[in-house]
């Protein structure tokens, strides 16, 4: 029962999950606020770009319809999965970009210089994106999946996963600091 929940949790989130790691790897280049400030400090900061933004997104959508090619195996193993529509995929994935932008927004709102952590925002606000934007393009979908166990488990184990990819970017040096 707890393991259905977090292989639905997990299976669930990979394509939200996979965008902001590829975005580290394909960032830099043009700044999606252009170097523009609100009230003297950048919209968005030059952690946002286009790049990183669009590899990521499309990488999220990848993993979705990869996942969904896995999808007979997987049930034949006795799994219990749904495939992922392609609203669902789009949504997962653009939404996790979305909800990490605007943590950025509120951010530099905040005054907090670009890569400052903002624990438990900077952990979750992809989260949030991903659910809400999936939400918005895949209504059915979402509602059948996210589940409040698999909402619960999602909350408690993002952060965990999070931070461990991120140290292991850091360790890497792909990322500039370890959260
Ligand atoms: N990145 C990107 N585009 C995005 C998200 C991330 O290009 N939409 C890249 C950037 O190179 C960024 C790196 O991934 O520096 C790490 O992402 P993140 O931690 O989200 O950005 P920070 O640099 O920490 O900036 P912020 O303070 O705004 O979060
Ligand atoms: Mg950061």
């Given at each position: 029962m707890i393991i259905e929940v977090?292989?639905?949790?997990v299976w669930t989130m990979l394509p939200a999950y996979v965008p902001n790691n590829v975005a580290v790897l394909a960032g830099g280049?043009?700044?999606i606020d252009g170097g523009r400030t609100l009230g003297g400090r950048r919209i968005l900061g030059d952690g946002k770009t286009w790049r990183g933004t669009g590899v990521g997104t499309l990488a999220g959508v990848v993993v979705a319809f990869g996942l969904n090619g896995m999808?007979?195996?997987l049930t034949e193993m006795g799994a219990r999965l749904?495939?992922?529509?392609?609203?669902?995929?789009?949504g997962l994935a653009s939404g996790a970009m979305l909800?990490?932008?605007?943590?950025?927004?509120?951010?530099r709102r905040?005054?907090?210089?670009?890569?400052?952590?903002?624990?438990?925002?900077?952990?979750?606000?992809?989260?949030v994106g991903a659910i809400s934007c999936a939400?918005?393009?895949?209504?059915?979908?979402?509602?059948?999946?996210?589940?409040?166990?698999v909402v619960i488990a999602v909350l408690i184990l993002t952060p965990v996963l999070h931070l461990g990819t991120n140290a292991?970017?850091?360790?890497?040096?792909?990322?500039?600091?370890?959260?």
């Open positions: 977090v292989a639905t949790a280049g043009a700044p999808l007979p195996t749904e495939p992922f529509s392609l609203g669902a995929a789009i909800g990490d932008i605007a943590a950025s927004f509120i951010k905040s005054g907090r210089q670009r890569g400052v952590p903002l624990p438990v925002i900077d952990q979750l606000d992809f989260v939400g918005i393009l895949a209504p059915r979908w979402t509602i059948e999946t996210f589940t409040l166990p292991g970017a850091y360790v890497l040096g792909f990322k500039k600091e370890p959260y």
